[in-house]
């Protein structure tokens, strides 16, 4: 009897040993470093379509990063043109007040009015647009610019959404019994949708 037992207890902890070797490992942090890596262990054909969107994803972002760059060469290249700036600073505030007063006077006489002087930029960066047109051309170029690195911070966030989408689908591949569970309901104004996950 007591031999019995022992060789069931040893075909258990072999059993159990033998599992935890065929189980993948470390899935959710594969799936968060790169979503795909984790699906790969389970040979799911879902890693492809995430490593796909992350390739596709990296390669938008990069495109628009690159584009804003270029961007921005232009339209230093076109202030030094036509508003004759030699110099200036490395902060987003001061291209907007660029499109936004046509002569460094302007601005300055502005920010003394507001009695705001510490938002005076210093006379370094002085600029005089030589056209109302070619003010307004300008403010079209920082919106492109702007509009551009925007939607390089959407990517990112798209990123995240990948990697979430990644960790809950290996979780699946792992337990086999997510559930999910929906209740929808009326609010003043207006109604709500609750979404649930069970692992």
Do not use: C
């Not at 790169?34 to 938008?60: D, H, I």
């Not at 660029?98 to 009015?113: K, P, Q, R, S, V």
């Not at 019994?177 to 929906?182: G, L, R, T, V």
């Amino acid at each position: 009897m007591k031999r019995l037992s022992r060789t069931l207890i040893l075909l258990t902890l072999i059993g159990t040993l033998f599992a935890q070797e065929l189980a993948p490992k470390n899935t959710v942090l594969k799936s968060i470093v790169l979503p795909g890596w984790g699906e790969l262990a389970y040979k799911s054909n879902s890693a492809y379509v995430f490593l796909g969107t992350e390739v596709a994803l990296w390669l938008g972002f990069a495109g628009l990063r690159y584009s804003g760059y270029v961007q921005n060469q232009d339209m230093i290249s076109y202030t030094q043109l036509h508003a004759g700036l030699a110099d200036y600073p490395n902060d987003v505030e001061f291209w907007s007040d660029l499109g936004n007063f046509m002569t460094y006077e302007d601005h300055e006489e502005e920010m003394l009015e507001n009695r705001t002087p510490e938002d005076i930029w210093s006379t370094d960066y002085q600029w005089e647009w030589n056209s109302e047109a070619n003010l307004i051309e300008y403010e079209s170029l920082f919106r492109k610019k702007e509009l551009t690195l925007l939607g390089s911070e959407f990517v990112i966030t798209g990123m995240i959404v990948n990697r979430i989408a990644s960790v809950i689908n290996v979780r699946y591949l792992n337990k086999k019994n997510m559930q999910i569970s929906a209740f929808a309901g009326p609010i003043n104004g207006g109604g709500y949708l609750q979404i649930g996950l069970t692992f």
